[in-house]
């Protein structure tokens, strides 16, 4: 049972079962030596479960983190994006997975694609926990994507409101919101 005031939208059983389908399209897509970037905070959850999920497709990716600021502390994106902490590996000539939690409007992907391309990536995909079906203010798309996400605002698995929920192993909804 979810906590008074949360429904569920997807649950462990079903995360656990769509990130391994997930992590087949991924191998069968790309060779086995990735660099995969994981976009902080919000994708901390989904790329812990996605590289052991691709340890069972094969695959033996590196891992790096990228932080990049969003949202704050509300529900609406602000438009600018920034570096708040940066790769450590270098991704020239590299084949890049680009890992994020949610993609909307577009801007956090589009920004890490192209600073990744401008230094020098072979190639750069995108996939995403959850893509909500919304109009982008930048051009964006995801080459993988484990769920369409319903147009509300989601909290879990990594995903918070006002910095809480993270820690919830479904996807969940606010009542409410
Ligand atoms: P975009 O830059 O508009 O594509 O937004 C992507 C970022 O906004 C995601 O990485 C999330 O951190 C955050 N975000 C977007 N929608 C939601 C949501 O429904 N719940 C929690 N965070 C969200
Ligand atoms: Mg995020």
């Known amino acids: 049972m979810p906590p008074p005031g949360i429904s569920v939208l997807f649950d462990a059983g079903q995360i656990a079962a769509r990130l391994q389908e997930l992590a087949g399209e991924i191998a069968a897509a790309m060779g086995p030596d990735i660099l995969l970037v994981s976009i902080l905070k919000g994708s901390f959850v989904f790329s812990a479960d996605l590289i052991r999920a691709l340890y069972h497709a ?94 509300r605002f989601v909290i879990g698995y990594g995903l918070d409101h006002a910095h809480r929920y993270r820690e919830l192993p479904f996807v969940g909804a606010l009542d409410g919101m």
Request: aromatic share 6%.
């Open 58 to 151: 094969g695959m033996r990716p590196e891992v790096d983190f990228l932080t990049l600021s969003s949202y704050g502390a509300g529900t609406q994106s602000r438009g600018d994006v920034r570096i708040v902490r940066d790769v450590d590996d270098p991704v020239a000539g590299r084949q890049v997975l680009l890992v994020d939690d949610i993609l909307e409007s577009g801007r956090t992907l589009s920004f890490a694609r192209d600073l990744l391309q401008q230094r020098g990536a072979a190639a750069v995909k995108l996939a995403v926990f959850l893509d909500k079906p919304v109009p982008r203010a930048v051009p964006c798309e995801a080459d993988f994507r484990a769920f369409l996400c319903p147009e």
